[in-house]
């Protein structure tokens, strides 16, 4: 707990929340926008699920950035900093430090998720949605958003901690923002391996095409999807956890 609180306190100037803040709003205007324009052309789209189905769609691009930005500033404090060695020599494991630069990461990306529940919510009373407010759809969308999160979190600092020159973490967070724009065009069985294409895959609501007309359903959880993402996120943490406690320094 108390290299948990360390990590907080050592971003409080390195402005990732301003960040996370600045990209949340570039991602909620496009959804909003987009769906306001969705609804003007078919008033049967306003409905919960239009709102959820469009972030839950911009998750794949947005995402995967956001998540290699917090990473990356998270570790390249001590990189910078040169201070490895100089942890190194007090009474603080690289592991317990590798956890708890995973730890804050997790936070921070839970409080983003959040946000985006909060705003998705304000945006469906202003536009006067007629159905009821989905909580367990909330929920699921939190649950899952993190849940992907949280996998591409774990590839993320492994490279990141063991890579010096972080232009390596952010380029494949560029990589994995494109896999998760460009997911749904990925054959089934190679999409299930893309970690970042499994925003869409993990969102409680889905949409149908038959006869030219866009119909939004609920889509049940996937369980080897979501047991194949927590998968990844527990090796990646521990096999990065165990390359960076071994690491020359």
């Known amino acids: ?40 052309r078919n008033p049967d789209h306003a409905v919960w699920a239009s709102i959820l189905f469009t972030t839950a769609s911009l998750n794949g691009l947005f995402m995967p950035m956001m998540t290699a930005i917090i990473v990356s500033r998270l570790c390249d404090m001590e990189h910078k900093g040169s201070t490895w060695k100089l942890l190194g020599a007090l009474d603080v494991s690289r592991g317990r430090l590798y956890a708890a630069k995973y730890g804050c990461a997790a936070v921070l990306l839970l409080l ?16 006067g949605f007629a159905d009821k407010l989905p909580a367990e759809w909330l929920v699921r969308y939190i649950g899952g958003t993190l849940l992907v999160s949280l996998a591409a979190a774990s590839v993320q600092q492994w490279i990141s901690m063991t890579v010096r020159n972080q232009a390596f973490a952010l380029c494949l967070g560029m990589l994995g923002s494109f896999v998760g724009l460009t997911g749904g065009l990925f054959p089934e069985a190679v999409r299930r391996w893309l970690i970042w294409a499994h925003y869409m895959d993990l969102s409680p609501v889905t949409i149908r095409y038959a006869d030219h007309v866009a119909t939004f ?13 927590a998968g990844t996120a527990a090796a990646c943490f521990l096999f990065g956890g165990l390359h960076a406690a071994r690491k020359e320094i």
């Open 1 to 40: 707990m108390r290299a948990l609180k360390l990590e907080f306190y050592k971003i409080r100037r390195k402005k990732i929340v301003l960040m996370i803040l600045l990209l949340l709003a570039a991602e909620m205007m496009w959804a909003f926008m987009s769906t306001s324009v969705s609804i003007s």
């Open 112 to 127: 983003a998720v959040v946000l985006q529940a909060m705003l998705m919510t304000a945006f469906g009373f202003m536009q």
């Open 217 to 229: 359903v609920t889509q049940a959880l996937p369980p080897d999807i979501a047991a194949f993402t």
